[in-house]
């Protein structure tokens, strides 16, 4: 086998896994080289997608040692999906009755919800969480990107307890987007005890259901190591939590003049 | 920049972007390449693709066309998936009350789900389809990677009207799994009118629920060109849907002798 061909194929089966480590061992064997041949391709391989720009192999020493893709975005790369989504969001035909917004054609969108997935990627990567956790429905499709792009299992905590969930821990919890009581629950299989949860949402306004996310979460002896939502509203101010990174705001939106306020989160990563 | 690079750059590009072509041009002017090392490039990636045998390069002429990755899974790798799949299935610590399993630690496991939607993806690859359809919830992964490797936006399905999917148009439909009825709501901004649906779900019963989706489909003069369910039961044999393709069949489920039968479906692709 020619070379090119194997670095084709090592950067192929790294990035289909992110985050997930491979022993050079595993390559010496799938193709029958060398180590010094791989520890070579692997070399090359890191220059093949530093072209690209859209992660980086690293390696690990040690018995879970080995090499694995981590994905990355750069600072250029960032600011422009940031601009992007800003003017999708400012869309005007996004406006709804009370104070809401047509999103689900971003959250739907898988190749966006990629991109988007990324920058918590990076973001998160270094929390050893051992889940990644969403509240339905929105916001699935992004919580399980970066739950693939960390190797890491996903959470879905459902709004009503279901059968097929066995049985479930419930809360309630008061959402100001709704301006009621909601109820969550989650199954008791899902989590384990003593485990760190890095929680994904698409949006958040006041916190309401993220502080819900976190005392259910409390409920498995468990802690959040960090939150992302996609898009954070400016108002209210205060939130119910702390510590969050959005990819952009909201700010005010107009309805009268049909104006919708996005800005970008700075510093993010 | 060496030829090596060029390869795994390019292979990179087109395998994180499932079913979206790339003009020779594109190549040439990332690159500051000229068409005919591009051309001898794309042979290459392929070669190196066909070792790692997870999918193949195609090219396609005229206006719309360049060359974009197609996923792939050879028959033997679709059989060891499908007696993976069958034997976490057939694990007995699943059973729940009310001849319920608990799959969610499956479906929300995104490499699997992964693995599954590559199946899928294959599957209803020529189908000219404009979407991927699910109702929610435990679907939404599969269907988000259905979604993603096949270039298509993902629409899904609420069970409720929710104020922030603007206007709606929704159905009540029997459950056979639930014995009751149950109602599906869809944006009116979610389906062009006249377009093709895939569907694809986590489990399909009688079908009850797809023939739901159909419904409301058809409300946007839209019809469906393909159905794919993870696992489908056995039992009713009459189901309300033909024409839907499974990955692997859930049999008798004995709950005194602590017995769970599954099986591959034979002759999917």
């Given at each position: 086998?020619?070379?090119?061909?194997r670095?084709?194929?090592?950067?192929?089966?790294?990035?289909?896994?992110p985050?997930?480590?491979?022993s050079?061992?595993?390559?010496?064997?799938?193709?029958?080289a060398?180590?010094?041949?791989i520890?070579?391709?692997?070399?090359?391989?890191?220059?093949?997608?530093?072209?690209?720009?859209?992660?980086?192999?690293?390696?690990?020493?040690?018995?879970?040692?080995?090499?694995?893709?981590v994905?990355?975005?750069?600072?250029?790369?960032l600011?422009k999906?940031q601009?992007?989504?800003?003017?999708k969001?400012?869309?005007?035909?996004?406006?709804?009755?009370?104070n809401?917004?047509?999103?689900?054609?971003?959250?739907?969108?898988?190749?966006?919800?990629k991109?988007?997935?990324?920058v918590?990627?990076?973001?998160?990567k270094?929390c050893?969480?051992?889940y990644?956790?969403?509240?339905?429905?929105?916001?699935i499709?992004?919580?399980?990107?970066?739950?693939y792009?960390?190797n890491?299992?996903?959470?879905?905590?459902?709004?009503e307890?279901?059968?097929?969930?066995?049985?479930?821990?419930?809360?309630?919890?008061?959402?100001?987007?709704?301006?009621?009581?909601?109820?969550m629950?989650?199954?008791?299989?899902?989590?384990?005890?003593?485990?760190?949860v890095?929680?994904i949402?698409?949006?958040?306004?006041?916190?309401?259901?993220?502080s819900?996310?976190?005392?259910?979460?409390?409920?498995?002896?468990?802690?959040?190591?960090?939150i992302g939502?996609?898009?954070?509203s400016?108002?209210?101010?205060?939130?119910?939590?702390d510590?969050?990174?959005?990819?952009?705001?909201?700010?005010?939106?107009?309805?009268?003049?049909?104006?919708i306020?996005?800005?970008?989160?700075?510093?993010?990563?």
């Open positions: 086998m020619k070379r090119t061909e670095v084709g194929s090592i950067i192929h089966i790294l990035t289909r896994n985050n997930k480590a491979y050079l061992q595993y390559f010496c064997d799938f193709f029958g060398a180590k010094s041949s520890s070579e391709d692997i070399k090359t391989c890191n220059e093949a997608l530093d072209i690209v720009g859209m992660g980086r192999l690293e390696t690990e020493t040690g018995a879970k040692g080995g090499v694995k893709f994905p990355h975005i750069s600072k250029e790369a600011l999906l601009e992007e989504f800003c003017e969001l400012s869309d005007s035909s996004r406006m709804l009755g009370g809401f917004l047509y999103t689900s054609d971003i959250f739907f969108d898988p190749q966006f919800v991109r988007l997935a990324t918590f990627a990076v973001k998160f270094d050893q969480a051992d990644v956790a969403t509240v339905e429905t929105k916001g499709p992004l919580a399980t990107e970066v739950a792009l960390l890491l299992p996903l959470v879905i905590i459902r709004r307890a279901k059968i097929s969930e066995g049985s479930t821990v419930s809360i309630n919890y008061f959402s100001g987007s709704y301006d009621r009581i909601q109820r629950s989650l199954s008791k299989r899902a989590i384990r005890q003593n485990s760190k890095i929680v949402d698409d949006f958040m306004r006041g916190g309401g259901s993220i819900g996310i976190s005392e259910i979460v409390s409920e498995f002896n468990s802690s959040i190591v960090g939502v996609a898009i954070s400016i108002e209210p101010k205060k939130k119910k939590i510590n969050y990174t959005s990819i952009i705001q909201l700010g005010d939106i107009d309805f009268e003049n049909k104006k306020e996005t800005l970008p989160t700075f510093d993010i990563i």
